[in-house]
T-cell receptor
Framework: AQRVTQPEKLLSVFKGAPVELKCNYSYSGSPELFWYVQYSRQRLQLLLRHISRESIKGFTADLNKGETSFHLKKPFAQEEDSAMYYC???????????FGTGTRLTIIP | DTEVTQTPKHLVMGMTNKKSLKCEQH?????MYWYKQKAKKPPELMFV???????INESVPSRFSPECPNSSLLNLHLHALQPEDSALYLC???????????FGPGTRLTVL
């Protein structure tokens, strides 16, 4: 079974402050981890996937297999970062994408 | 065209109605998906099609019937739904079943 946990339903951060959205997972095989974002009135879109190791919109995430975590970080929050963020997992070679419950991030001006 | 489109945007139906949701992509993707998203919940996978063949059915009730008539089109036929089936239905596509998924805007379904 594969499971994704996002412990914070809501997170408020001041503009310019660092942001960290937590994600922990449970999967017995090799996982592939993703962060998806949904801005207000927009469709769900991919923000990051761990295998690409890219930084998108200033966000980074590192897969920590020892702690089974894939936390999303940004050093300086911007107002346009306010959105719903979902962490998701797929087993390598597997077709099923499992989403966490999501964290609603609000950036306070 | 680099987007997944879904029609209709909104649908209201009675429990005895038959209706269909439509999803289309012209990105040459060979995998397509249906997800159900209840309010304030994450998307939950319903069906996966790979090369126009059903590869995953997540134990979805038979009142939901998917169809993939060609590589660009995915339908979800609805019959005898229950009020608890009211939700946002999302379609997604990806180049293959292990590729990045691109989501449509969803169809908001209300069952009365």
């Amino acid at each position: 079974a594969q499971r994704v946990t996002q412990p914070e339903k809501l997170l408020s951060v001041f503009k310019g402050a660092p942001v960290e959205l937590k994600c922990n997972y449970s999967y017995s095989g090799s996982p592939e981890l993703f962060w998806y974002v949904q801005y207000s009135r927009q469709r769900l879109q991919l923000l990051l996937r761990h295998i690409s190791r890219e930084s998108i919109k200033g966000f980074t995430a590192d897969l920590n297999k020892g702690e089974t975590s894939f936390h999303l970080k940004k050093p300086f929050a911007q107002e346009e970062d306010s959105a719903m963020y979902y962490c998701a997992l797929r087993g390598f070679g597997n077709e099923k994408l499992t989403f966490g419950t999501g964290t609603r991030l609000t950036i306070i001006p | 065209d680099t987007e997944v489109t879904q029609t209709p945007k909104h649908l209201v139906m009675g429990m005895t109605n038959k209706k269909s949701l439509k999803c289309e992509q012209h990105m040459g993707h060979r995998a397509m998906y249906w997800y159900k998203q209840k309010a304030k919940k994450p998307p939950e996978l319903m069906f996966v099609y790979s090369y126009e063949k059903l590869s995953i059915n997540e134990s979805v009730p038979s009142r939901f019937s998917p169809e993939c008539p060609n590589s660009s089109l995915l339908n979800l036929h609805l019959h005898a739904l229950q009020p608890e089936d009211s939700a946002l239905y999302l379609c997604a596509s990806s180049p293959s079943v292990i590729g990045e998924q691109f989501f449509g805007p969803g169809t908001r379904l209300t069952v009365l």
